[in-house]
């Protein structure tokens, strides 16, 4: 029988949830953060790889994946699950980021979004019905609709006439999606960083009615005190039973602070993306293991993650790895970047289970803001 897809909160510290989402494909405990797996590959690693770091739940992007390989493919292999062997729940970003970051813009009307592909100059169009389509033939677990994501800053006029647009969609949205048991369509909040704008965003959604709520259009420049300060304001006018989501984001210090503000759910590129050029993730903040200090260092990257490559290769050899554009450097990078993550999510859930989450996060930034200390050898 098919898990049906219910949310539980287990406990409260402030505005902090320590909960449990069940899906039809697995369910996983929140806090959560989902590493990004934009063209149906969380970079530099395999499916055992991602299990490994403790990850319970992935991301796809709807805009990469029907440029290439197409989702008639997908589809005919039985969904992106499959199609990857991913075992666990999969969240599909509706690919309008993209389409406003990456690709051509040649039009945006009520209707949806005309663009050129930024693969082969190919002309597609977008509806908000085609999004929600589309990440049905992938069989996505957890799917977004088509909103704007306005460039920052914006006024707020603009703001508010996006805003709508997106609301509009999200209606639209919500009629042609296909209510399966297990799955579900989360609504997205916009409105920039104006207060009574998100308000209404929040409305709107509640009234066409979501199994989730995220909190789309921050970590676009505008800085961690008002990205702060707008999803706070936001997550007021959330429903307390609903997962939130907070998308994009991002740094550890980031997360730590969403969290406390009664942020769920989490994705970023970051662990990934900086994996690959040497940028590695550590309680004493970010180094960068290129840099020539590190080229005799013994110690590992930091033996407290239960990680292979985290406790089980020298400073030294990454180092060569990096320098000499070995591929196994960007895995084990990302290998432990992933890990970190994860192993901060963790304690994040027991400092919320022990009422201790001020405490931990108070610890956390002062160990991060230390950074890390070099050593001779």
């Known amino acids: 029988m098919t898990e049906a897809f219910k949310f539980s909160i287990l406990s409260i510290d402030g505005s902090?949830?320590?909960?449990?989402?069940?899906?039809?494909?697995?369910?996983?405990?929140?806090?959560?953060?989902?590493?990004?797996g934009t063209l149906g590959s969380v970079k530099a690693m395999t499916v055992d790889l991602v299990e490994k770091t403790g990850s319970k739940i992935i991301l796809g992007n709807t805009y990469h994946l029907m440029l290439r390989p197409g989702i008639d493919v997908i589809e005919s292999l039985h969904g992106l699950r499959n199609f990857m062997k991913w075992?666990?729940?999969?969240?599909?970003?509706?690919?309008g980021f993209q389409v406003m970051s990456l690709s051509k813009l040649s039009d945006i009307s009520e209707e949806g979004v005309l663009f050129k592909s930024h693969l082969d100059g190919s002309m597609h169009k977008l509806t908000p019905e085609k999004v929600i389509k589309i990440q049905r033939s992938l069989d996505s677990t957890i799917s977004m609709p088509l909103d704007e994501c306005p460039s920052y800053p914006i006024d707020k006029e603009g703001a508010a006439q996006s805003m709508k647009l997106s609301m509009r969609w999200a209606k639209r949205s919500r009629l042609a999606?296909?209510?399966?048991?297990?799955?579900?369509?989360?609504?997205?909040?916009?409105?920039?960083?104006?207060?009574?704008?998100?308000e209404e965003s929040a409305n709107a959604l509640i009234?066409?009615?979501?199994?989730?709520?995220?909190?789309?259009?921050?970590?676009?420049?505008?800085?961690?005190?008002?990205?702060?300060?707008?999803?706070?304001?936001?997550v007021r006018f959330l429903p307390l039973e609903k997962p939130r989501y907070l998308m994009g984001v991002g740094m550890p210090l980031d997360i730590l602070g969403a969290v406390k503000r009664g942020i769920d759910m989490f994705d970023c590129v970051l662990p990934t993306r900086l994996g690959r050029t040497g940028k590695v993730f550590t309680k004493y903040g970010t180094i960068n293991i290129r840099n020539s200090r590190h080229s005799k260092d013994p110690r590992p990257i930091d033996e407290s993650i239960n990680c292979?490559?985290?406790r089980n290769y020298s400073r030294a050899y990454l180092n060569h790895l990096v320098k000499s554009n070995e591929i196994l450097g960007s895995i084990l990078l990302t290998?432990?970047?992933?890990?970190?993550?994860?192993?901060?999510m963790s304690k994040i859930r027991i400092a919320i289970k022990d009422n201790s989450l001020n405490r931990f996060a108070t610890d956390f930034e002062e160990n991060w803001n230390r950074g890390d200390i070099e050593e001779s050898y």
Do not use: C
Request: no cysteine; net charge negative; glycine share 16%.
């Open 207 to 234: 009234d066409i009615g979501f199994e989730g709520y995220a909190i789309g259009g921050l970590a676009v420049g505008e800085g961690q005190d008002l990205m702060f300060r707008v999803t706070e304001e936001t």
């Open 335 to 344: 290998w432990h970047n992933i890990s970190f993550y994860q192993d901060l």
């Open 87 to 95: 075992k666990h729940p999969i969240l599909t970003d509706s690919g």
């Open 16 to 36: 902090a949830r320590l909960g449990k989402l069940n899906t039809a494909h697995g369910k996983f405990d929140t806090p959560v953060f989902m590493p990004v």
């Open 308 to 310: 292979d490559a985290s």
């Open 177 to 198: 999606y296909e209510e399966r048991s297990g799955y579900g369509l989360f609504g997205i909040t916009q409105g920039g960083v104006h207060d009574d704008l998100r």
